[in-house]
């Protein structure tokens, strides 16, 4: 009960009232809280938005965002994910320094997913663009670790990857 001021009397408590009410789209339940898609959906947003998220220096802090499409509306996101999405795979971004976004995100096994990271190093044999643990699996003459001193030291992409170990001693001298 209320008292002739309006507010409520001593030992009365103020009915629960619906923080959104009806027909806000913040109210709008979709019943998928628990569901994977949904957990995914609010790990981006904090990764971009949450400067206590212990990954923030790598997304929100380097400018990355949520496109407004996905932000604003879950199910918009649900319904870009709902038939990629596999427990073996992982969301990943196509280009590294871009935005959460239908057009520039993807599923992908955590192998791939791996590989792009700015802290990837490429090269080029024969035309083909590899990272470095790639190119190390695909010729199998040395490791990925070894081509990344290789190139520390100056070494050109063929060489450090297709000069076999017992070479070095012979390489930066004049050649024949």
């Given at each position: 009960?209320?008292?002739?001021?309006?507010?409520?009397?001593?030992?009365?408590?103020?009915?629960?009232?619906?923080?959104?009410?009806?027909?806000?789209?913040?109210?709008?339940?979709?019943?998928?809280?628990?569901?994977?898609?949904?957990?995914?959906?609010?790990?981006?947003?904090?990764?971009?938005?949450?400067?206590?998220?212990?990954?923030?220096?790598?997304?929100?802090?380097?400018?990355?965002?949520?496109?407004?499409?996905?932000?604003?509306?879950?199910?918009?996101?649900?319904?870009?994910?709902?038939?990629?999405?596999?427990?073996?795979?992982?969301?990943?971004?196509?280009?590294?320094?871009?935005?959460?976004?239908?057009?520039?995100?993807?599923?992908?096994?955590?192998?791939?997913?791996?590989?792009?990271?700015?802290?990837?190093?490429?090269?080029?044999?024969?035309?083909?663009?590899?990272?470095?643990?790639e190119a190390s699996q695909k010729y199998q003459i040395v490791s990925s670790l070894r081509i990344l001193r290789r190139?520390?030291?100056?070494?050109?992409?063929?060489?450090?990857?297709?000069?076999?170990?017992?070479?070095?001693?012979?390489?930066?001298?004049?050649?024949?």
């Amino acid at each position: 009960m209320r008292d002739k001021k309006g507010r409520f009397k001593k030992g009365n408590i103020e009915p629960k009232r619906n923080r959104f009410p009806k027909g806000n789209k913040f109210g709008v339940k979709h019943g998928l809280h628990g569901h994977p898609v949904y957990r995914l959906w609010r790990r981006i947003i904090n990764r971009c938005e949450n400067t206590n998220y212990h990954g923030y220096h790598r997304y929100g802090g380097r400018g990355i965002s949520v496109c407004g499409e996905w932000r604003n509306d879950f199910t918009n996101f649900y319904d870009w994910a709902k038939d990629k999405l596999n427990p073996s795979l992982q969301i990943d971004r196509i280009d590294n320094d871009g935005n959460y976004s239908p057009k520039n995100c993807r599923f992908v096994d955590a192998k791939t997913n791996m590989h792009n990271q700015p802290r990837t190093v490429y090269v080029e044999i024969k035309g083909e663009r590899l990272s470095t643990h790639e190119a190390s699996q695909k010729y199998q003459i040395v490791s990925s670790l070894r081509i990344l001193r290789r190139i520390k030291s100056g070494w050109s992409d063929e060489d450090a990857v297709l000069m076999p170990k017992n070479r070095i001693r012979n390489y930066g001298k004049a050649r024949n």
